[in-house]
């Protein structure tokens, strides 16, 4: 009855004849279509993908037919097509990786994030002035959206998993309409209400009143995720002890879920950090450091890249390049960031 | 006075003096049913056959050593306590064990003499000889009752000249024509659980399959669907070769031919012991087989 | 002997009641209050853009929403005629929201197919920790990139589409001008939508029923046979549910257009040509020179564009809750 001699196999796995054919299918598919290309006027990348994708249907049809039939090259086509979607889509985002860094990274400097705008313009080379005062603006942006939304968020948040009143069904519904609201009509609605109605002008301080009303759903939604994880018992147990509900929320809810609740924040900056039009309504913008926060334009970062776009010269679309990758290195950041604390799982 | 294979009716053999220890009803029936087997009018190919199965669920060693011979026009049922491979093992009959995913397997399972593990086989065409009913009945809801039956067919691509003659055909074997038939193209969600459990029957027959493998398949049904369906495994052993995984022992006995009892210790699971269904149940060789039969533990 | 036995009396229920403690009472309220500041903040803006665009909407009525002129024009005793009528900007939004719900949604279908029933488990997780990227990456990222990495292989790819194609209305041109187009601004907003789509619709897959998946195997059904006769079915719904949340993020974009489209006042069709709009992007085009009535009109074009978001993203919630969260 000795089983250490038995020898485990997986008959269905794919065997090494099954690599080789598969294989063997893709180089004679690449060639096909390289062949193709060079002996008709197809060109471009465009042709190469179409026909390396044709060749290789129809050529591991070939090896599959003999052995499954029609389902069988029905099956190997949606096997491939699906994987091209995919290879697609990831093509896409490594483009716009791979275009932000190898464009951006030529105009970092040690000037380009030391110095403002304000002696240099948009179209002077590279070297002369820097962004500074962008990410002085872009901070305080942030740190007034954070202020506001994180605790609107975590208290509707717990309004929905804690208190669960009757009114749960409407807020949920209302957190879910907000996050459909457009930038665009978050800064109109700013400047139409405040802008138009009271003394105050464009500073950071509007600027992060629109952005909290983009800040909240994200925070909301992501928090209540991250409460309805903690575990039912730890409730009770506090409630047990004859700790009233708000101490068992305080004291051992909120904390079990702390980490996740810092992720639900940092999701819902790395969503408006890179918010523009919102900007272009309650902040304006400007060249130079404005330190008061409540009172005059500022200077932030996707304002910088939206001029150096609309600019049109190759100095000033270098510089929204540059601009663009320091955003993304923080947004990338705040995303790693993110998983890190959200990995962590409730402390029991 | 008595041929070999007479049985008198308390349902032991008149030649020895049985060890039995079984309460007569298990026995009783097992012997009513053997009785009642008229012999095999058409068995298809040689049946099937595992030799020396094995199985892995990773690391863990969930089956070993099963060898068993189905003959082909026979019920087998297999039983056990949970948890000694059982369903494990059915599934490596039809080669659905290795749907989950980081599982291996040792050992062959012969169809017809033909080892259906071996490499380059097409296992779609497996499926279609050796179809299973699970447990839980589920048939597909966005099928009507007519589409689900034909659903097999349609999978595999299979012609068929003469649809409605399948589905009557089908659905008439499962049992199920009568309640049905005048509404075809019904949703199945709207059928009773025992009524799907016999849609799936019918749908399993569609592709006219070898063997039959069913786990569990009454276990989630009440009694009076229990009863019709094991009526309906009576009348298909005549046409194909069943093999039955049963938590009930008198399920067992009143359905199989032969009976598989698995056993596991903490370690693998292994087939202890198969015999005709009623030896099993009246004279167990094994001391375990008996125990469990018994009802002293399970 | 006996009198009659007592007959079973069963009690009422008792009412229990808890008066919870004053600093409870204190914490809920405090809890609900900020709660429904969601409420407080859609309603402030609709309210606020309604009476800031209020004189707009008297002045131009229904055909605000239908007319197609958008022109200011003072004479010479400055007087002012205005036309404010947002038809062509409306039907823009529409065009190139389909264009990229066009391209979108097979490709993102096929990728949560791929992710969720062919990928091998690093691949898996490498291509999913790509797609939560693309949705964190910036609209304006997507502007830069639209213009100058897409735009001249979207330029090339229209050209292609011209000569085999533009005997068909939407593909001809009234002049050989690609850049900048509908085409080109519906393939941007559909690479900002890709991830929503997948991400809804990988999880609906990944809900089907192991039973079913199960049975269509048994029966001797392929990969594809299983995912269409019971995957596709069973999440329908959730992939339609996850293209209208895309189609609500389309709608409002404004940057990621503007930068790789020609706004013009005029209703394009022809896809493949310099000419085309969506609300979003003509708010922002428009604001910097308009005056008094101008913003008037902008604050209801705003309104509009908030309304016709909030009601695509209501049903694409309500059909994405319905279908996630019931497990048919």
């Not at chain 1, 272009?280 to 939206?306: A, C, E, H, M, R």
């Not at chain 2, 050593?65 to 000694?84: E, Y």
């Not at chain 2, 969600?189 to 063997?211: D, Y």
Request: proline share 4%.
């Amino acid at each position: 009855m000795s089983t250490s001699t038995v020898q485990k196999m997986r008959p269905w796995a794919a065997s090494p004849k099954d690599r080789a054919l598969t294989t063997l299918s893709v180089l004679l598919s690449v060639l096909t279509s390289v062949v193709i290309v060079a002996a008709t006027p197809m060109k471009g990348k465009l042709a190469y993908f179409a026909l390396f994708f044709l060749s290789w249907f129809v050529i591991d049809s070939l090896f599959v037919v003999r052995k499954q039939g029609a389902k069988g090259v029905r099956d190997g086509l949606a096997a491939k097509i699906t994987l091209f979607g995919a290879v697609i889509v990831s093509m896409a985002v490594f483009s716009i990786l791979f275009a932000t860094i190898s464009k951006g990274l030529k105009g970092i400097n040690f000037a380009f994030l030391s110095q403002n705008m304000h002696n240099a313009s948009l179209f002077d080379p590279i070297g002369k002035g820097g962004i500074l005062h962008a990410i002085l603006g872009t901070l305080m942006l942030i740190a007034f959206a954070i202020i506001f939304s994180v605790p609107m968020g975590i208290l509707t948040a717990l309004y929905l998993t804690e208190i669960k009143g009757k009114a749960a069904g409407l807020i949920q519904f209302l957190v879910q309409a907000m996050s459909g609201v457009p930038s665009v009509v978050a800064g109109l609605f700013i400047y139409a209400a405040i802008i138009l109605n009271t003394p105050l002008r464009s500073s950071a301080f509007l600027g992060g009143l629109a952005l909290t009303i983009l800040m909240v759903p994200t925070v909301t939604r992501t928090a209540q995720e991250v409460l309805n994880l903690v575990p039912q018992d730890l409730r009770e147990a506090g409630l047990a002890m004859g700790a009233t509900q708000w101490k068992t929320v305080a004291l051992v809810v909120v904390p079990a879920a702390r980490s996740g609740l810092i992720t639900a924040t940092i999701l819902g900056v790395a969503r408006i950090a890179g918010e523009t039009a919102p900007l272009l309504f309650t902040v304006g913008v400007f060249d130079s450091y404005n330190f008061n926060p409540f009172k005059g334009d500022q200077g932030t970062i996707p304002t910088v890249v939206w001029r150096g776009l609309l600019g049109g010269t190759p100095e000033s679309v270098q510089r929204a390049w540059s601009a663009i990758l320091v955003l993304l290195v923080v947004v990338l950041v705040m995303f790693v960031l993110a998983r890190a604390f959200g990995s962590k799982s409730p402390k029991k | 006075m008595s041929q070999i294979n007479h049985l008198d009716q308390n349902g032991t053999h008149m030649s020895d003096q049985p060890k039995d220890t079984t309460p007569s009803s298990l026995s009783d029936v097992a012997a009513k049913r053997a009785e009642s087997k008229i012999a095999g009018t058409q068995p298809l190919g040689t049946g099937l056959e595992a030799r020396g199965v094995h199985a892995w669920f990773d690391k863990h060693h969930a089956l070993e050593d099963v060898s068993l011979d189905f003959s082909a026009g026979t019920v087998t049922a297999l039983i056990g306590p949970s948890g000694c491979g059982k369903s494990t093992f059915i599934r490596t009959l039809n080669r659905m064990h290795e749907f989950i995913p980081h599982t291996s397997m040792a050992g062959q399972v012969l169809l017809d003499g033909k080892d259906i593990y071996e490499p380059g086989i097409d296992v779609t065409k497996i499926r279609l000889q050796i179809g299973m009913v699970f447990q839980k009945p589920n048939p597909f809801p966005s099928m009507t009752i007519g589409e689900n039956v034909l659903s097999g067919l349609k999978l595999a691509q299979l012609k068929v000249d003469n649809h409605e003659d399948l589905l009557e055909e089908c659905l008439t074997r499962a049992g199920l024509w009568t309640e049905v038939k005048d509404r075809l193209g019904a949703h199945a969600g709207g059928l009773s659980g025992g009524q799907q459990q016999r849609l799936c029957i019918a749908r399993a027959l569609a592709v006219k399959p070898k063997v039959l493998l069913m786990d569990e398949p009454c276990s989630a049904l009440d009694p009076g669907s229990t009863l019709r369906i094991e009526e309906t495994i009576s009348q298909l052993s005549k046409s194909m070769t069943i093999v039955i995984v049963t938590h009930n022992m008198q399920q067992a006995a009143r359905v199989s031919d032969y009976t598989a009892f698995f056993l596991s210790d903490g370690g693998p699971g292994q087939m202890i012991e198969v015999g005709p269904t009623n030896e099993i149940f009246s004279r167990p060789r094994d001391e375990r087989t008996e125990n469990y039969v018994t009802g002293r533990f399970g | 002997m006996s009198i009659d036995t007592p007959a079973k009396v069963i009690p009422a229920a008792r009412k229990i009641t808890t008066k919870p403690r004053v600093s409870d009472q204190i914490f809920r309220a405090i809890v609900t209050t900020f709660s429904f500041s969601a409420l407080l903040i859609l309603s402030l803006i609709a309210i606020f853009l309604l009476s800031k665009g209020f004189a707009t909407l008297k002045a131009q009525g229904l055909g605000f929403i239908t007319n197609f002129e958008w022109s200011v024009v003072v004479d010479d005793g400055g007087v002012e005629t205005a036309h404010f009528g947002l038809q062509a900007m409306l039907i823009g939004t529409v065009v190139i929201s389909f264009i990229a719900l066009f391209i979108a949604v097979p490709l993102s279908v096929f990728t949560a197919l791929f992710l969720t029933f062919y990928a091998p488990e690093r691949i898996k997780k490498l291509l999913v920790t790509l797609i939560d990227l693309m949705a964190a990456f910036p609209s304006i990222l997507y502007g830069l990139w639209g213009f100058f990495v897409l735009m001249p292989m979207a330029e090339y790819w229209a050209k292609l589409l011209h000569k085999w194609l533009g005997w068909i209305y939407i593909f001809d041109v009234p002049d050989a001008i690609y850049s900048r187009s509908p085409f080109i601004a519906g393939i941007v907003l559909s690479v900002m939508i890709i991830p929503i789509i997948t991400s809804v619709s990988r999880e609906v897959f990944s809900q089907t029923p192991l039973d079913r998946v199960q049975a269509a195997y048994a029966l001797g059904a392929t990969k594809w046979g299983m995912i269409r006769a019971v995957v596709l079915p069973f999440g329908a719904g959730g992939v339609v549910g996850g293209s209208m949340l895309g189609l609500g993020r389309a709608f409002g974009e404004t940057v990621a257009v503007f930068s790789v489209l020609n706004i013009v006042f005029r209703t394009n069709f022809q896809i493949l040509f310099t000419q085309g709009g969506n609300v979003a992007s003509m708010i922002i085009q428009k604001w910097g020179e308009a005056g008094p009535s101008e913003v008037s009109a902008l604050m209801a074009a705003g309104l509009v564009l908030f309304i016709l978001t909030l009601m695509v993203n209501f049903l694409a919630n309500a059909v994405v809750t319905r279908t996630v969260k019931s497990g048919r």
